[in-house]
């Protein structure tokens, strides 16, 4: 995931699940998980992984 994402882009993450953006920061992203809640991740240490990624909503 990078820093492109925008409020409103449909996530899965590898164990979170499915979620949706709800806020991007300069180094942070808040996104919404369906199973997990409210979630804040690093935006640089989503630069170097695969653990979340887009996903085309439905």
Known sequence: MSAEA??????????WGDGVVMKVENDRIIVFFDEHGYRTLSLPALAHSTVLRARPRS
């Open 6 to 15: 925008d409020a409103g882009c449909a996530v899965r993450h590898a164990a």
